[in-house]
């Protein structure tokens, strides 16, 4: 019984020499940043050796524990616990949430416990919040205006403002300009375009398109304030306008507005930016058709008038020293025949002709005379424009005439004398 008890003893003491001792527990991975977009699946590594019988615990950042090894202690059905492999203990958190943020530990039950700080960053795409975010408006000239463009995103997004130049240009962002807000003092009509605001991050890029529209008065401009034509005559009066809203464009003579009639026929160019031009032609000139001319353009702003004078040209007045022959002139150039004063009359006039029947249309023929001193019209002809004209004598013929008939008188009371 002795020896049984010895060999016994001896054994215990064998075992507790030669029993390798039990190695302590460490993480495999050092800590770690993790980022990942909203809406994704966030991996959140912690590999540990020799775990042995030890436990594996994971706190939110609010220091909350949400797993005890594989069990999930959070009522949150996102948050699991993903082990690829043996020593693999990682935090699986699905459809990641900006409130998920934060710091986040992985602990080993051993005295003192041993802690993993892992750090997770959500990264949000740029969003322009509407509601909070200017729409297009319509300003008065000279007023302040404030273009708000309110954004969030994560990281936070940079903003930068671009002015449109047309549909599918735009100018450079403005000035270097930077923020959510723009600012423009004492807006002109120059100010008038299509502004753009730009929110970009790490993640993404979102735009906003806001129209600004600049109301201002009207503005009138005459391209001759005083035309001159003879009895029986054509001419044309224009008058071009700039303003927004447009409201009404007339013209007035003796105190009535001109109506559309056999005698006066009245069109609207659309030129753009703003612009109109109200052209009046008036048929067959009469003494009682010369005089003061008013344009009268008017919008919710303001009203403005400007006037011009038709004046009358002699008939029996003639100029020049062109035969009375075949006269031929290039459109658009001076009149070889007329004099300064008589080309008031027939003035160059953009090639274009009118549609009658419907006020505003422009077509485009190659060219069109408007009026002449001459003859009554000249159609649209492409190219020269021949003008005949055989019921005038011009001075320097007559002159001419007179020359040679004083010399015959001299030659004859020569040799009268002789």
Same mark, same amino acid.
Request: proline letters at 7%; charged letters at 20%; hydrophobic letters at 30%.
């Given at each position: 019984m002795?020896m049984?008890l ?11 020499v ?29 590999? #540990? @050796?020799?775990?042995? $019988?030890?436990?594996? %615990?994971w706190? &939110?950042?609010? +220091?909350?524990?949400?797993?005890h090894n ?22 699986s958190?699905?459809?990641v ?7 986040y530990?992985?602990?080993i ?18 969003k322009i ?18 273009l ?15 002015k449109w ?8 962002a #403005? @000035?270097g300009?930077? $923020?959510?807000?723009? %600012?423009?003092? &004492?807006?002109? +009509? ?9 929110a970009?991050n790490?993640?993404?890029q979102v ?16 391209p001759?304030?005083?035309?001159g034509?003879?009895v ?12 927004y809203?447009?409201g ?10 001109i ?5 006066h ?9 703003n ?21 009268v ?11 011009m ?21 290039q ?5 070889p025949?007329l004099?300064?004063?008589d ?8 090639p ?10 422009p ?55 002789v």
């Open positions: 002795s049984r010895l060999h016994c003893v001896e054994l215990v003491v064998l075992l507790s030669y029993a390798k001792p039990e190695e302590t527990p460490s993480f495999d991975t050092p800590a770690v940043n993790v980022t990942c977009q909203a809406g994704e699946t966030a991996i959140l590594p912690c590999r #540990i @050796n020799s775990l042995g $019988g030890r436990q594996v %615990v706190q &939110n950042p609010q +220091r909350t524990a949400i797993l594989e069990r999930r202690l959070w009522d949150d059905p996102r948050f699991s616990s993903h082990r690829p492999y043996i020593k693999d203990w990682n935090l958190i699905m459809l949430r900006p409130t998920d943020e934060g710091i530990t992985c602990s039950s051993t005295t003192p416990p041993l802690t993993k700080v892992i750090r997770l960053y959500v990264q949000v795409p740029p919040i509407d509601s909070l975010s200017s729409r297009n408006m319509i300003v008065r000239e000279g007023q302040t205006v404030i708000i463009c309110n954004v969030t995103g994560a990281p936070y997004p940079e903003v930068k403002w671009y130049i047309t549909l599918k240009q735009k100018d450079e #403005i @000035n300009f930077r $923020g959510e807000m723009l %600012v423009i003092h &004492n807006i002109s +009509r120059n100010c008038d375009a299509m502004y753009q605001c730009e970009s790490a993640v993404g735009v906003r398109d806001i129209s600004v529209k600049v109301e201002f008065a009207p503005e009138v401009r005459l001759n304030k005083r035309i034509q003879q029986g005559k054509n001419t044309v009066l224009e008058c071009i306008v700039t303003a809203p447009h009404s464009t007339f013209w007035m003579y003796k105190g009535r507005e109506q559309r009639s056999s005698q026929h009245l069109e609207i160019y659309d030129e753009g930016h612009t109109v031009t109200l052209s009046l032609r008036i048929y067959e000139l009469s003494a009682t058709d010369f005089g003061r001319y008013t344009c353009a008017k919008n919710k702003i303001e009203m403005i008038e400007m006037d004078e038709l004046y009358e040209i002699g008939g029996s007045k003639t100029q020049g020293s062109i035969k009375p022959s075949e006269v031929t002139y459109p658009g150039k001076p009149r025949d004099s300064p004063s080309q008031g009359g027939t003035r160059p006039q953009e274009r002709d009118v549609d009658r029947n419907n006020l505003g249309t077509r485009n023929p190659p060219y069109r005379v408007v009026s002449t001193t001459m003859r009554n019209d000249i159609p649209p002809i492409p190219g020269q424009v021949k003008v005949h004209n055989h019921s005038y004598r011009t001075t320097a013929s007559v002159q001419l005439s007179i020359a040679f008939v004083t010399i015959a008188i001299l030659a004859l009371q020569v040799l009268g004398t």
